[in-house]
């Protein structure tokens, strides 16, 4: 009897622009996190110090480093963030080494990815209703994410990591752009309208 020999494990590996996205996305997020940690440990020693991006009373990172939000787990958020973002940049640099990853490592990026912009929306709650101001560095770290979310989530969709009905596969693999592109604008759209006056004024 000839014993069938073992599945194998099926991974993928992305492509160089998908790749570059996370490094890049991943970058961005990195450097934000950094600014927003050294202006915070300057916040703390110096309760006067302004943060370069406190621009005026909406756009005052101050205001949001100070707020109950910006220390949600216990520790300054940013702090995560330096964790975070440096793990994507591993994941892309690795694919552009050509790496290919099974099913379960890209399942566990996109829940860590799911639970990133999970973190993110509320923050944008937050700051939007809460706090009433914005973080400059933050809105990069906010930008990251969301683009390192969507174009995560179509990839797996596509590599059929993700299960998908075949007119959900078909969208993801002409247009991508409209879900990060809408959700942008829409973020965009709250923060215009939340301080129109301000704008307009």
């Known amino acids: ?103 379960w490592y890209w399942l566990t990026f996109e829940a860590g990815c799911f639970f990133g912009i999970g973190v993110v929306s509320w923050l944008q709650f937050e700051s939007l209703y809460r706090i009433n101001a914005l973080c400059l560095w933050c809105c990069l770290a906010w930008l990251a994410t969301i683009l390192l979310f969507w174009y995560l989530t179509s990839f797996l969709v596509r590599n059929a990591f993700l299960p998908a009905p075949g007119p959900v596969k078909a969208f993801f693999g002409e247009f991508t752009w409209v879900l990060p592109l809408l959700h942008i604008g829409i973020v965009g759209m709250l923060i215009l309208t939340r301080w129109w006056d301000f704008w307009t004024s």
Do not use: H
């Open 1 to 103: 009897m000839v014993t069938p020999a073992p599945r194998a494990r099926r991974t993928a590996g992305g492509g160089r622009a998908f790749a570059l996205l996370l490094v890049l996305t991943g970058a961005a997020g990195l450097l934000a996190s950094w600014v927003i940690t050294l202006d915070k440990f300057e916040l703390l020693q110096d309760p006067d110090f302004v943060p370069g991006c406190s621009l005026n009373p909406v756009v005052s990172c101050g205001s949001v480093m100070e707020s109950d939000q910006a220390e949600a787990f216990g520790f300054p958020n940013p702090m995560l963030g330096l964790v975070a973002y440096g793990i994507v940049i591993c994941v892309g640099m690795s694919l552009l080494a050509g790496a290919a990853f099974p099913r």
